[in-house]
């Protein structure tokens, strides 16, 4: 079993820098992939960033390419997201999750077996 907790959002402006932490509980977080994702009001819950197990691997959705960071620390059980650049349609509930699966596609929702219960982040104009 795994708990997650994030933490670090909060409003900025446009332009502006917010580091998103999430923090697991549990023995097994670093032989997980972790990923984060986001949902904005009124829109699907959607991929932003994934990284392998042994942090060698990452991978973003587009959108975000250039302007975020995904990194872990497994001494720490904690998983970041930097963003930098931030946009106002970077405005979303930001969840972090990880999965059991030594395999498939971490791009999708159902991939993820735990979820943290979300941190808000507000970009402003």
């Known amino acids: 079993q795994v708990q997650l907790v994030e933490s670090g959002g909060g409003l900025v402006q446009a332009g502006g820098s917010l580091r998103l932490a999430c923090a697991a509980s549990?023995?097994?977080?670093?032989?997980?992939?972790m990923g984060w994702f986001r949902q904005a009001p009124g829109k699907e819950r959607e991929f932003v960033a994934f990284?392998?197990?042994?942090?060698?691997?990452?991978y973003y959705t587009d959108s975000v390419k250039g302007r975020f960071t995904i990194s872990r620390d497994n001494a720490k059980n904690t998983v970041y997201l930097q963003m930098n650049s931030l946009k106002p349609e970077d405005t979303a509930v930001y969840y972090c999750?990880?999965?059991?699966?030594?395999?498939?596609?971490?791009?999708?929702?159902?991939?993820?077996?735990?979820w943290g219960q979300g941190t808000q982040v507000t970009v402003s104009p």
């Open positions: 999750a990880a999965s059991a699966s030594y395999s498939g596609n971490y791009y999708y929702k159902s991939t993820y077996d735990y």
């Open positions: 990284i392998s197990w042994s942090g060698a691997n990452s």
């Open positions: 549990g023995r097994t977080f670093s032989s997980k992939t």
